[in-house]
């Protein structure tokens, strides 16, 4: 039980894949621009990897080495398409709101390294715990950036003004806005990582 939290907490922490393994930066740096979005496209992901990397550690050995790299596209689209579809129906406005990037979800870094880095030499209960530690470190990622962007480009967070006064600006709305935000954490988590070696 001690490995399985410890597979769970690496992708949160020690190997987070926005902050630490800098994957996926094109989704975070396209649908950060709300709270909101940022929920959705976690959820989105963390599914997909969830399902992708059970099966894929499940069916591993009956997979010839020289297709698996196509075989794992194929699981990891099936699952996209359910999730995709599930947004459509239940969530027009979020469907609308993140567009292509949730069918990009096919080819997204971290579930494609993840299968082949991870599901595809360790069993189904390992990966499962792996999948969801990743989808969680990924999603408090997007909403941490999401959330200073909101606040810094429109003075509210989830639609809420929290500080009487406060102007925004406009240029933590668009994609220099968060290339910056990204650039200042990524700066902040690289000291504390160097600054916790030395202690």
């Known amino acids: 039980m001690r ?9 949160i922490i020690k190997e987070n894949p926005t902050f630490v393994l800098v994957l996926g930066l094109c989704p975070t740096l396209a649908v950060s621009v709300s709270i909101s979005n940022a929920i959705g496209m976690g959820i989105a992901a963390t599914f997909v990897l969830l399902g992708s990397n059970i099966i ?3 069916v591993k050995n009956s997979i010839p080495d020289g297709i698996r790299i196509p ?13 995709e579809m599930m947004m459509k129906a239940y969530s027009p ?10 069918p990009l979800i096919v080819v997204n870094c971290i579930v494609l390294g993840r299968a082949e880095a991870y599901a595809c030499k360790n069993n189904a209960l390992s990966s499962f715990f792996d999948a969801l530690g990743m989808g969680a470190g990924f999603t408090l990622a997007l909403v941490l950036i999401s959330a200073l962007r909101e606040f810094l480009g429109t003075g509210k967070l989830l639609g809420y003004e929290l500080i009487n006064g406060f102007h925004p600006v406009a240029f933590f709305s668009f994609p220099p ?3 910056l935000v990204i650039g200042v954490l990524l700066g902040f988590f690289n000291w ?4 916790k070696k030395c202690t």
């Open 93 to 102: 406005e979020l469907d609308r709101s993140l567009g292509i990037y949730v």
């Open 192 to 195: 504390w990582a160097a600054r």
């Open 177 to 179: 806005g968060a290339l």
């Open 3 to 11: 490995n399985l939290l410890k597979e769970f907490l690496k992708g």
């Open 56 to 58: 894929i550690s499940l």
């Open 71 to 83: 075989c794992y596209i194929v699981i990891i689209a099936t699952f996209v398409t359910i999730a």
